[in-house]
């Protein structure tokens, strides 16, 4: 425990202090500043946002930026540091410092005292360019199947160039010449320097999230290399990859090409051909339309010419010039058939009233009832059997006498003594041992 003025015992550590027992700021900083002057110097790389040499001093402060989140560090190097470098330090270099941290505890600011500062060199960001080039490309971020097709006329277009820049009057001039229609939501940022990664994405961000804006332009004139390095920002070039609205690259001329023309969804070689890329020419679809709408009428005109000479033609055929030829042939066919069914049938009908006739002789002739007219008589047992032998016949039994015009029931008697019955064609035959009697 040490002792605080007034003969108060604070804890050593800072997991030993409590509400009750707390440390004085005085305290932790002078712990800190132990803490931090224990650490080694370090070399460390960033971009130089901000670069002060107060007159009559020999020392300069830098803000040293990463260069691809905002994070910053303050860093203050002797005047001897920057004339040691080959070239003169300005804002927005890309240099790696070898400083020592140390910490004010007056007014508990973090600084790095920097003994050599060296420029990155084109070379070595080139060569980084590179390497993060074939990590995209090993994720598939840069394939072609990945990239999506821009919208045919878009009704809101995105876009982010620099302030007040020939780019932005290059794209929005060419693009409402072709199409005065279209709009533009425009977002002005820095498009070089420290703060250009930052601004670009942000904006970026902004227009995806807008559901009107249909495509997003980014859009900057030429520069040099330095000058383009932030849109081959790995942290921008992810943005682009992750944005659902489809993005078009206009960075600097045709020879330029950072990484964002090769992960957006098309590259513009320049801000005006980005115009031309994302809105139609009026005058070119209203001379399409006109074109189409004349073929159109060329082909609508050809097929009827073709349908009313096919037309013509089955309209000169006989049957459609009279086309009651065929039912007239048709019609005499029917009446002749219809007369020889007539003459056929009334043939039959006459051939066969003969054979009736006929037949009728025949049954007449053949009739049983032509026999009774003559005076002879059917005896029937009282079942309908036909007599035939008087032996048959039982004393008492009924009989049926079946005659020309009529019937009569009799009765077989025993007749041993009976008289011989009168001759006549109407006399019944002799019983040999019965009689019969009208009953």
């Not at 055929?317 to 065929?326: F, H, I, K």
């Not at 008492?396 to 009168?422: F, N």
């Amino acid at each position: 425990m040490s002792a605080a003025p007034g003969g108060r015992q604070l804890p050593e550590r800072a997991l030993d202090t409590t509400p009750e027992q707390p440390w004085p700021v005085r305290l932790l900083s002078a712990k800190i500043s132990d803490y931090v002057d224990r650490m080694p110097p370090v070399w460390v790389e960033g971009q130089v946002v901000q670069l002060t040499k107060r007159p009559g001093t020999t020392t300069a402060y830098l803000t040293l930026r990463d260069a691809d989140v905002d994070f910053s560090l303050q860093v203050s190097a002797h005047w001897r540091v920057l004339a040691a470098m080959d070239v003169g330090l300005t804002e927005g270099a890309r240099v790696v410092v070898h400083a020592k941290p140390s910490y004010w505890v007056k007014r508990g600011t973090l600084t790095l005292q920097a003994d050599a500062i060296r420029p990155v060199g084109v070379g070595e960001l080139l060569a980084r360019i590179e390497h993060l080039k074939r990590v995209l490309a090993a994720e598939g971020l840069l394939a072609a199947d990945r990239k999506r097709p821009l919208p045919f006329l878009p009704e809101v277009v995105g876009l982010v160039c620099g302030r007040a820049s020939a780019a932005e009057r290059d794209v929005v001039e060419n693009a409402r010449r072709r199409w005065p229609a279209v709009r533009f939501a425009v977002r002005q940022v820095a498009v070089q320097g420290p703060n250009a990664v930052t601004q670009v994405t942000a904006a970026l961000q902004e227009l995806d999230r807008n559901p009107d804006v249909d495509v997003i332009i980014i859009a900057r004139g030429g520069g040099a290399l330095e000058d383009l390095l932030p849109f081959s920002n790995e942290t921008l070039v992810r943005a682009v990859v992750a944005a659902r609205t489809p993005v078009v690259s206009a960075i600097g001329h045709e020879v330029d090409t950072p990484l964002l023309d090769l992960v957006a969804d098309v590259r513009a070689s320049t801000p005006t051909d980005a115009a031309k890329l994302v809105v139609p020419d009026v005058a070119e679809q209203l001379a399409g339309i006109e074109a189409a709408r004349a073929r159109l009428r060329h082909a609508v005109g050809a097929r009827v010419r073709h349908e009313q000479a096919v037309l013509d033609a089955l309209r000169s055929r006989p049957v459609l010039a009279e086309p009651t030829v065929v039912v007239d042939a048709m019609q005499h066919q029917v009446e002749a058939a219809r007369d020889r069914a007539r003459r056929t049938l009334a043939h039959r009908l006459d051939r066969a009233g003969d054979e009736v006739r006929h037949l009728a002789t025949q049954v007449r002739a053949l009739s049983p009832a032509a026999t009774l007219e003559r005076g002879y008589a059917v005896v029937q047992h009282q079942q309908g059997r036909v007599l035939l032998d008087p032996d048959l016949v039982e004393t008492g039994e009924r009989l049926r006498i079946r005659l020309a015009h009529g019937v009569l029931h009799a009765r077989a008697e025993a007749d041993d003594a009976a008289a011989p019955a009168e001759p006549g064609p109407a006399a019944a035959p002799k019983p040999a041992r019965s009689r019969a009697r009208r009953t």
